[in-house]
């Protein structure tokens, strides 16, 4: 085991448990290797972390992080850590988690940014330390509330790293996985706007039901958010269904912010997300995004 992991007691005793290692390193065992893939990580807040090895600063700190991982069944397990942020963390990082690198670097940067707001100046000074070298290794941001699946993410990150090389510029992701109710907000959102709607959407039986919801709410005197419990619903019954009004609802969309991009900045962005493969942009103007979907 690497030093710069430290292992809970309680993950300590699932790796020793469990038919695979929450490195993708794959135990002593006859059976064949599986390395399963990371399917979300979410980092705490940083504590204060007494650091034995090279350290950047005279408080290391730990970032506690928690890795799911799903086998090949699709069963998934959730291994709580411990990250110490060293000055070797980026290639560490790379090396524990070749396949979610960027995802983990993402949610340590958010977390080194969380701990500049810590009481304990000691580790407001670590954190300040170590943010900008694992910055440097992620070219987007998330913002608050913002979910996705994370081999999208790694999508993403492909995407940002090839906008960034050209553009020097990081890709701020705005929209990610949505519930029926947060695809409801939304659709209300482009109503409010003044967006045609009904033209966006490529099922147009299925936009005109959840727009006959919103506009009999409203007929019934019922307020923005009981008209977005109304039309969440009809969302719902759809997905019941296997409609899927928005690739959003399916995990397989992002939208990326674009208000703050010149021309040229923009078609770069556009060029590097189609260079990656699976990825389609659509450029939306009310509000002004790129809706990517990624298969
Ligand atoms: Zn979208």
């Known amino acids: 085991m690497k030093s710069f992991l ?7 005793a699932l790796a020793a448990c469990c038919s695979f290692s929450v490195y993708g390193v794959s135990p002593t065992s006859s059976l064949p290797i599986v390395t399963p893939s990371v399917v979300a990580v979410s980092a705490g807040t940083p504590v204060g972390n007494p650091c034995t090895n090279a ?18 069944q699709g069963v998934k397990r959730t291994v709580p850590l411990q990250v110490s942020v060293t000055k ?3 290639k560490q990082v790379r090396q524990e988690f070749p396949d979610a690198s960027a995802v983990v ?8 940014r969380r701990g500049l707001g810590q009481d304990d100046p000691k580790v407001q000074q670590a954190c ?26 790694a999508k993403v990150a492909q995407l940002a790293d090839k906008a960034f090389e050209v553009a020097q510029k990081d890709v701020v992701v705005t929209s990610g996985t949505r519930t029926p109710e947060s695809q409801a907000s939304a659709i209300q959102e482009k109503i409010a706007l003044g967006d045609n709607v ?34 969440a619903d009809v969302i719902q ?17 992002v939208d990326l912010r674009i208000s703050d991009l010149n021309g040229w900045q923009k078609r770069m962005l556009r060029k590097a997300a189609e260079s990656v493969p ?3 942009v659509h450029e939306e103007s009310i509000p002004p995004h790129f809706h990517l979907d990624i298969l």
């Open 128 to 153: 300040a330390a170590a943010l900008p070298s694992v910055e440097s290794n992620v070219h987007y941001r998330v913002l608050p509330d913002v979910r996705m699946p994370a081999q999208i993410e």
């Open 88 to 90: 070797d963390v980026a």
């Open 237 to 253: 019954r759809q997905v019941e269904d296997g409609v899927y009004i928005s690739n959003h609802l399916r995990d397989n969309a």
């Open 6 to 12: 430290l292992r809970s007691t309680a993950a300590a």
């Open 55 to 72: 350290s950047i600063s005279d408080t290391c700190i730990g970032v506690p992080l928690e890795v799911t991982q799903a086998d090949e």
């Open 278 to 280: 699976g990825v389609s």
């Open 105 to 112: 670097f993402r949610n340590l940067a958010e977390a080194l």
């Open 198 to 231: 009904q033209g966006l959407y490529k099922d147009k039986q299925a936009v005109g039901a959840i727009l006959h919801a919103y506009r009999e709410a409203k007929h019934e005197g019922k307020d923005a958010e009981e008209a977005t419990g109304a039309m």
